[in-house]
């Protein structure tokens, strides 16, 4: 009984101190486990403070002084897997969520994530097509999963997936977009096009969601509309290559040289080291060289 009251004091003491110092928490509990050494409480506690400040390799450690004493502990396994996803150790991640016997969201979707990062995406669709036996709150799994088909060039499953995350979470700016890409690599533009222009209106903002707006709208003639789209994903990432080469092939294809002689110059700046784009400026100056000896 009185070792019960102590060593709820130390929890209690250790609790209070992790409020605003952990450093002193940490020593509470260091102290308390030189009397009781084998104590699940107090170790799960001393791996939870590591864990939390992102020291994963100790946290590693501690959780696997709860394995020497409790070898099924799932709280410490799932704990050292989440701990090796921390540090990219993807491989020993998935070894641990392995050992776990009862499948859950969390599990499978960081499953799925390790799957993901090894180039297993077949393992990874695998595994994540199952998190939806359960309960599902989040969008995540359901934009995840369509990310990874459309990797798999399966791209009406993505659609499809994304039309139930929209359907539960209503309409948002990364479904649309995803949604976007999907048809237009299905060589659907015109409801590329639609799709793309949600995702505007919903606040999506990159340099790279601009270059497949732009690509869209320039399929379907609206050739004005993609350039000031490319413009402005230059103006939000101006060392970003691609946004780049996208404006002036543009330009070159509307035989607009003037102007794609201006981005290339600009680019010159921005990303000297680009070979296409030093490649796309020696063609401008060809052809501008050739044209005005025509002109003499």
């Known amino acids: 009984m009185a070792d019960h009251k102590k060593l709820n004091n130390i929890l209690w003491?250790?609790?209070?101190?992790?409020?605003?110092?952990w450093l002193e928490a940490k020593r509470?509990?260091?102290?308390?486990?030189?009397?009781?050494?084998?104590?699940?409480?107090?170790?799960?506690?001393?791996?939870?403070?590591?864990?939390?400040?992102?020291?994963?390799?100790?946290?590693?450690?501690?959780?696997?002084?709860?394995?020497?004493?409790?070898?099924?502990?799932?709280?410490?396994?799932?704990?050292?897997?989440?701990?090796?996803?921390?540090?990219?150790?993807?491989?020993?991640?998935?070894?641990?969520?392995?050992?776990?016997?009862d499948d859950f969201p969390e599990l499978l979707y960081n499953k799925a994530y390790a799957y993901s990062k090894i180039g297993r995406n077949h393992k990874s669709i695998e595994v994540l097509e199952n998190i939806f036996s359960y309960k599902i709150t989040s969008l995540l799994p359901y934009v995840f999963l369509a990310e990874l088909y459309f990797l798999d060039g399966r791209h009406e499953d993505s659609i499809n997936t994304l039309e139930k995350a929209q359907q539960k979470f209503g309409k948002r700016g990364n479904i649309s977009y995803l949604m976007g890409l999907a048809y237009y690599n299905m060589k659907?533009?015109?409801k590329a096009y639609i799709e793309f222009e949600n995702a505007e209106k919903l606040m999506v903002n990159s340099a790279n969601f601009y270059k497949n707006y732009a690509l869209t709208c320039d399929k379907i003639g609206k050739t004005e509309k993609a350039i000031n789209l490319l413009m402005k994903g230059i103006?939000?990432?101006?060392?970003?290559?691609?946004?780049?080469?996208?404006?002036?092939?543009?330009?070159?294809?509307?035989?607009?040289?003037?102007?794609?002689?201006?981005?290339a110059q600009l680019s010159n700046k921005n990303v000297p080291y680009s070979v296409i784009l030093s490649m796309l400026y020696n063609k401008i100056l060809k052809y501008m060289d050739k044209t005005d000896n025509k002109g003499k």
């Open 28 to 101: 509470i509990l260091q102290s308390g486990l030189e009397m009781f050494p084998n104590n699940i409480e107090l170790l799960l506690f001393m791996a939870e403070i590591y864990f939390s400040k992102k020291l994963f390799r100790k946290a590693i450690g501690a959780y696997h002084e709860v394995l020497r004493i409790e070898p099924d502990n799932e709280s410490a396994i799932f704990q050292i897997a989440n701990s090796f996803m921390a540090i990219n150790e993807y491989k020993l991640a998935i070894n641990y969520y392995d050992m776990l016997y």
């Open 188 to 190: 659907n533009v015109l």
């Open 13 to 21: 003491q250790a609790k209070m101190q992790l409020r605003t110092n």
């Open 235 to 263: 103006k939000l990432n101006p060392f970003e290559p691609i946004v780049y080469i996208e404006l002036i092939q543009l330009y070159i294809e509307h035989d607009r040289y003037e102007e794609a002689f201006s981005i």
